[in-house]
T-cell receptor
Framework: GAVVSQHPSRVICKSGTSVKIECRSL??????MFWYRQFPKQSLMLMAT?????????EQGVEKDKFLINHASLTLSTLTVTSAHPEDSSFYIC?????????????FGNGTRLTVT | QQQVKQSPQSLIVQKGGISIINCAYE??????FPWYQQFPGKGPALLIA?????SEKKEGRFTISFNKSAKQFSLHIMDSQPGDSATYFC????????????FGAGTTVTVRA
């Protein structure tokens, strides 16, 4: 069964509003979670690394004020897309692992399809 | 800039045939190479992975071949089935980059019945 749950699976919002996406590790604690975005027929692009109890680390080119990440507990990370615009429409995916090592595979959520109208 | 180059972009194979996907990398710090399978509208799922000290790893119908000197690795799907139709991503990880995944561009495999 799924070990990483992502919610919602789909969301449609109006331009200028904010949307929150949740990522939960179901049966393990994750000190680190990753957020990706994926455009149609493209690969996953890492947006940021979410660290429990500290600030997220953003990849180059990702606006930290637009994509707010909160890792409030060892099982929950949230991504908030603020003041969304149509160009933010994408598939957002989170991942988590029990611990950072080669023997601990990354488990991915089932993604959130965001459509901004 | 993609650190892992993957080809082909797409392939079509008949049921029972062999699907072959190739990947290449430059960063010699990479030391773990997983493959992911992704169905439309879903997140990727780990399929199989290999360390560079192993030249081949097989799990069921899926085999990874690894050529460390050439910095290349490939996925072979034997006896391909329609249910294998998906997008496959190769990836690479190094502890020196906090275990972040570097993904290839992906290969869409279509298995015709």
């Amino acid at each position: 069964g799924a070990v990483v749950s992502q919610h919602p699976s789909r969301v449609i919002c109006k331009s200028g509003t904010s949307v929150k996406i949740e990522c939960r590790s179901l049966d393990f604690q994750a000190t680190t979670m990753f957020w990706y975005r994926q455009f149609p027929k493209q690969s996953l692009m890492l947006m940021a690394t979410s660290n429990e109890g500290s600030k997220a680390t953003y990849e180059q080119g990702v606006e930290k004020d637009k994509f707010l990440i909160n890792h409030a507990s060892l099982t929950l990370s949230t991504l908030t897309v603020t003041s969304a615009h149509p160009e933010d429409s994408s598939f957002y995916i989170c991942s988590a692992s029990r611990h950072q090592s080669y023997n601990s595979p990354l488990h991915f959520g089932n993604g959130t399809r965001l459509t901004v109208t | 800039q993609q650190q892992v180059k993957q080809s082909p972009q797409s392939l079509i194979v008949q049921k029972g045939g062999i699907s072959i996907i190739n990947c290449a990398y430059e960063n010699t710090a990479f030391d773990y190479f997983p493959w992911y399978q992704q169905f439309p509208g879903k997140g990727p799922a780990l399929l199989i992975a290999i360390r560079p000290d192993v030249s081949e790893k097989k799990e069921g119908r899926f085999t990874i071949s690894f050529n460390k000197s050439a910095k290349q690795f490939s996925l072979h799907i034997m006896d391909s089935q329609p249910g294998d139709s998906a997008t496959y991503f190769c990836a690479a990880i190094t502890a020196k980059d906090d275990y972040k995944l570097s993904f290839g561009a992906g290969t869409t495999v279509t298995v015709r019945a």
